[in-house]
């Protein structure tokens, strides 16, 4: 089994910067694809960002693409989203998954965090 837990949230002005983290504990992360989703009051649940378990292929959506990095450090069992130029339209809480398939965007992941909040003020 794996458990997810995210951190790094919180309340930040608009066009400033966070980082949120994804520990992993239970077993290694090394063989995991990771991906990033998040969900706004009122609408669905949204992918983000996917990583490999090499790291050599990302995937973004495209209202992200240029803002936000996902990366991993393996031999700490955990997964970054660096959140650049931050919109109020980020807003949501955020939420890591995990799964030994590639899976990008598809929500099928087996292994979900219980999120972190992140508030963008205008």
């Known amino acids: 089994q794996v458990q997810l837990v995210e951190s790094g949230g919180g309340l930040v002005q608009a066009g400033g910067s966070l980082r949120l983290s994804c520990a992993a504990s239970g077993r290694t992360l090394s063989r995991y694809h990771m991906a990033w989703f998040r969900q706004a009051p009122g609408k669905e649940r949204e992918f983000v960002a996917a990583i490999s378990w090499s790291g050599s292929r990302t995937s973004y959506v495209d209202s992200v693409k240029s803002r936000f990095t996902i990366s991993r450090d393996n031999g700490k069992n955990t997964v970054y989203l660096q959140m650049n130029s931050l919109k109020p339209e980020d807003a949501a809480d955020y939420y890591c998954?995990?799964?030994?398939?590639?899976?990008?965007?598809?929500?099928?992941?087996?292994?979900w965090g219980q999120g972190t909040q992140v508030t963008v003020s205008s």
């Open positions: 998954a995990a799964d030994v398939r590639w899976l990008a965007s598809s929500h099928a992941y087996d292994y």
